[in-house]
């Protein structure tokens, strides 16, 4: 009796460890910017390629990118999303995939109705110099803008920047070539438009990041991210996402004046995978996957 009594003891201890660790929870804050719903539907995915190994719980309480990062660092959440640089690398632990595949590094302006032709005889970067920048105060951007010359404005609330720009604070607004179409939209009671003929480009991963030290979840994001890439589910997702339908269907990149940017800010980012960055020449074709990738099932 004893020794049924036991193994009953064991059989159960045996299921409770294998739910505790089915129902393990990431806690997520998905109020910062306007990506926030493809990098939700990004860690989606990895976990959906893990065998959905996590419970995804979300808040959205409208707090800055610093204050969420801040709750990464100690513990309150445990995601969260940005284009790198040394200083958050040495902060975080970044998942090195970059989500948006160097997208964010492909740079055009919101600006203000009307000014078009201000930035018509825009040819040269000692012309852009002329011009005031927004940026965010804790952005990776900020400090290539500045690093290369430019005039740069900088904020830390993301919604007041089209507000600033609307009050010529600054005179242009780079965003990731995706970003500005859902921008102006949302953004519609501001006399605001997209400028038609520049782009900045330089490199830029576009990052999720965990606490310093959770291996653990760094291995499993990895993991899953690479299976998608594997099977061509990371590639879908990525090239019919409504905003970088916009960039194919709207942004004319083949056609931008192009500024190529250095960016002094670059950490240990994966150059040799071709795979994972966007030729805009090519946008909307497959990719070729690596051997890396090929590994990740093993």
Known sequence: MKTLLLRLGLVLCAIGSTSTQAEQTLNINTSSDVNSPY???MIELANQHIGNKYHIKTVDDGVTKSRIMEDVANGTYDVFWASTNNDT????????????????GH??????????ARFDHIKTL???????LGSGTTWADTGILKANGLTVVTANKYPNMFYMLDGSRF??????????????EKNQHLPLTIEKNLM???????YLFVRKGNTELVNDLTRGLELALKDGSFDKLFINHPSVQDV?????????????LDNPTLSQAPLDRPELWVDVKTLGKPAQISETAEKAEQ
């Open 200 to 206: 900045l480009v330089y490199r830029m991963p576009f």
């Open 171 to 184: 005179d242009a607004f780079p965003r990731g070539a995706h970003e500005p179409f859902v921008e102006i």
């Open 107 to 116: 740079r055009i302006f919101i600006i203000r109705q009307g000014d078009q």
């Open 39 to 41: 990098a939700m539907q």
């Open 248 to 260: 194919i269907q709207k942004a004319g990149l083949q056609n931008r004046r192009i500024f190529y």
């Open 89 to 104: 690398e040495a902060k975080f632990d970044p998942i090195r995939i970059p989500l948006f595949k160097g997208l964010l």
């Open 126 to 132: 000692e012309d852009l110099k002329q011009i005031k």
